[in-house]
C-alpha cells in the first residue's frame, strides 16, 4: 500500500509563511509527477500545483502564481509546497497527490493515483 504523509500545516497570520512536506512510503511505485490540492470548507477539492520528477516541470493555479513555489528534492524523495503571502482565502486543508502515468489533466483530481490524508492551514486576517 502507498502512502503519502504530509506535514507542516499550521495556523499563521495574513501575510505569512508556511512549508508544506510530502513523502511517499510504503509499497514502492513509479512516481511520475505529484501535486498539492486544496479543500475549502463548503468547497470542492481544488488544484494548487504540480511538478513532474523527469524534469521538474512545474504548474501552478493562478490563484498562487507568485507566491506559492512547489519543489522536489530526489535525494529525500519528498516534494514542498513554500507558501509565502498567504491569504485568508487560502485556508484550506491540503492535500498531497501522486501519479504514476502521464496526463494533460494534470489540474484533474482523477488524474491522480495516491492521497495523503491532509493537513489543515488556517490563515488569520
Known amino acids: 500500500q502507498v502512502q503519502l504523509e504530509e506535514s507542516g500545516g499550521g495556523l499563521v497570520q495574513a501575510g505569512g509563511s508556511l512549508r508544506l512536506s510530502c513523502a511517499p512510503s510504503?509499497?514502492?511505485?513509479?512516481?511520475?509527477?505529484m501535486g498539492w490540492f486544496r479543500q475549502a470548507p463548503g468547497k470542492e477539492r481544488e488544484f494548487v500545483a504540480r511538478?513532474?520528477?523527469?524534469?521538474?516541470?512545474?504548474y501552478y493555479a493562478d490563484s498562487v502564481k507568485g507566491r506559492f513555489t512547489i519543489s522536489a528534492e530526489n535525494a529525500k524523495n519528498t516534494m514542498y509546497l513554500q507558501m509565502n503571502s498567504l491569504k485568508p482565502e487560502d485556508t484550506a486543508v491540503y492535500y498531497c497527490?501522486?501519479?504514476?502515468?502521464?496526463?494533460?489533466?494534470?489540474?484533474?483530481?482523477?488524474?491522480?493515483?495516491?492521497w495523503g490524508q491532509g493537513t489543515q492551514v488556517t490563515v488569520s486576517s
Open positions: 497527490a501522486a501519479t504514476s502515468t502521464y496526463s494533460v489533466n494534470y489540474d484533474s483530481l482523477r488524474e491522480y493515483d495516491y
Open positions: 511538478i513532474r520528477w523527469r524534469d521538474g516541470g512545474i
Open positions: 510504503g509499497r514502492p511505485f513509479y512516481n511520475y509527477a
